[in-house]
Structures are given as C-alpha cells and as structure tokens.
C-alpha cells in the first residue's frame, strides 16, 4: 500500500474552512483514499473516500489531484467539534487487504475559538 | 439504526488470565474488523471477518483470536494476558465487501495489572 504523509499538526480559527493536506505521491492506479478522524476517547470516524473525482458529503470535500500524488481534506466550517486527530489512508481494492485499514500518526487538528 | 456496540467498555483483569470482548456490528454489515490502540503504537489491525471467516490478520501474536457467529457479531480473545496488552480494542463494522468504509464502536478499554 502507498505511504501517506501528513502534518503532525495544525490550528484553524473556529467558522473558518480547515484544509487537510496528505501526500501519497506512490500512490497505484487501483487505490483509493481514505479519511478518518478520531475525537479524543472515542473511535473513528468515516468521513469520505475517493479514487481520482473529487468527493463531497455532508461532513467534508476531498480534493484529489490530477495525478492522484496529493489531496486535501476540507471542512468548509470548523466547528470546536472537530477537533480530532485526522487519518489519510491509502488503500488498494485487493482481496488481502479486505477490511484491513492501517493508520498512521494522523494530523491532530485543533479548532480553536 | 443502532451503531456499533461493545461490551464491556471497561475491564481490569490480571497478567496470565485471559479474556473475551464482544461486538455487535451495525444490522447488515457483514465485515467486522478489530484494532488495539496504544499510545506507542497507534491503531493497528487484528483481524477482519466476513460471512464468519476470518479474510485477513494482522501481525500479532496466536494469543489473539476472534470468530464471527452467523448474525456477523464477532468475539475476540486474548489468552495468556501480558501487561503490553493493556489497550482499547476498537471493533468496526463495513456494509460493503471490501470493508474499508468502517464504522467504529466506542471501543472496550482493557488494563492488564
């Protein structure tokens, strides 16, 4: 599976957009991208997925580049409530890797008021 | 719906005893994956089950065991408790096959003393 890459850590301003970089510049043709996020002492959270479209759903937009080397996670209205560690994850559709996510740091996003 | 739901949230048991954790997933997922949760090691993989067979394993010990019964709730065991076992064990369950858009419980935390 590609590796991701993502910042250890970043503050958005409470109202403002947060844009959540990860890095998968290894990334194969066959593999999608994943976000998570974990609020302190709970388990995570799903919050979309894409392969090479630009997604949105009710909680977030993922932006992938053209090359699919990149992307960006954006939550149009930060909210206190979410505050949480975020996971990038890189995954490939093959039957032994079913069900197996594999988490890496994540970026701790801190909104603040 | 009900989410994701494990029992018990909280145990303290003793080094050499061994213990059961259970999950309900979500009416109609199948796939039922299991994590640990450490500070020094972050989320990791134990085991995913899909129609009560086990798809894919992660690098842990054989004292880490699971099984899924016919309705998709799944157990997982752990014999021969060491103190490193000291975790939250996060169960999540996936409507689709691949099992990749996982939906988390809110984890049982275990000490081992």
């Known amino acids: 599976d590609a590796k991701t890459t993502q910042p250890t850590s970043m503050d958005c301003a409470e109202g403002r957009a947060a844009n959540l970089p990860c890095n998968h510049s290894t990334i194969s043709g066959n593999e999608y991208v994943y976000w998570y996020r974990q609020i302190h002492s709970q388990g995570p959270q799903y919050i979309i997925h894409?392969?090479?479209n630009n997604e949105t759903n009710e909680m977030a937009s993922l932006i992938i580049t053209e090359d699919r080397k990149s992307s960006t996670l954006i939550l149009p209205h930060a909210t206190l409530r979410d505050t949480a560690v975020y996971y990038c994850i890189v995954r490939a559709m093959t039957t032994d890797s079913w069900g197996k996510l594999q988490f890496g740091a994540g970026t701790q996003v801190v909104v603040t008021p | 719906k009900a989410g994701v739901t494990q029992t018990p949230r909280y145990l303290i048991k003793t080094r050499g005893q061994q213990v059961t954790l259970s999950c309900s997933p979500i009416?109609?997922?199948?796939?039922v994956s299991w994590y640990q949760q450490t500070p020094g090691q972050g989320l990791q993989f134990l085991f995913e089950y899909f129609s009560e067979t086990q798809r894919n394993k992660g690098n842990f010990p054989g004292r880490f065991s699971g099984r899924q019964f016919s309705n998709s709730r799944s157990e997982m065991n752990v014999s021969t408790l060491e103190l490193g076992d000291s975790a939250l064990y996060l169960c999540?369950?996936?409507?689709?096959?691949?099992?990749?858009?996982?939906?988390f419980g809110p984890g049982t935390r275990l000490t081992v003393t």
């Open positions: 894409g392969l090479k």
């Open positions: 009416s109609g997922h199948r796939s």
């Open positions: 999540a369950s996936s409507p689709a096959g691949t099992g990749y858009e996982q939906y």
